[in-house]
């Protein structure tokens, strides 16, 4: 059974940085991709944003909201997905989920089979 457990959630004001985390468990190696989500407040589960992806071999993609202030990362050895969070904003304001699948296709457009329960990241101004 696969399971994605998220920490590192704050509260921060605009211009601070936070490290999220995802420890994972339950697949058999490490040939998966994993990734980042996130849903404003008052937002429905559909209108989830695609973050950050990482592929099994270190490729990673960033959504255009994001690019150039997160960065994505993994550690194998500690099962673990990190995002970097830098130079926050308010609208970064969000519940952050992790997920992780085989098919980094099916990350990246949210089509995820595996879910973590989120951490909740407040920005304020």
């Known amino acids: 059974l696969v399971r994605l457990v998220e920490s590192g959630g704050d509260s921060v004001q605009s211009g601070g940085s936070l490290r999220l985390s995802c420890t994972t468990s339950?697949?058999?190696?490490?040939?998966?991709?994993a990734g980042w989500f996130r849903q404003a407040p008052d937002k429905s589960r559909e209108s989830r944003e695609f973050v950050a992806a990482i592929a099994p071999g270190g490729s990673q993609s960033y959504g255009d909201n994001v690019e150039g202030r997160f960065i994505i990362s993994r550690d194998n050895t500690r099962n673990t997905i990190y995002l970097q969070m830098n130079d926050l904003k308010p609208e970064d304001t969000a519940f952050y989920y992790c997920?992780?699948?085989?098919?980094?296709?099916?990350?990246?457009?949210?089509?995820?089979?595996?879910w973590g329960q989120g951490t909740q990241v407040t920005v304020s101004s």
């Open positions: 997920a992780a699948d085989h098919w980094f296709a099916d990350l990246v457009r949210g089509n995820s089979r595996n």
């Open positions: 339950g697949f058999p190696d490490h040939d998966f991709a």
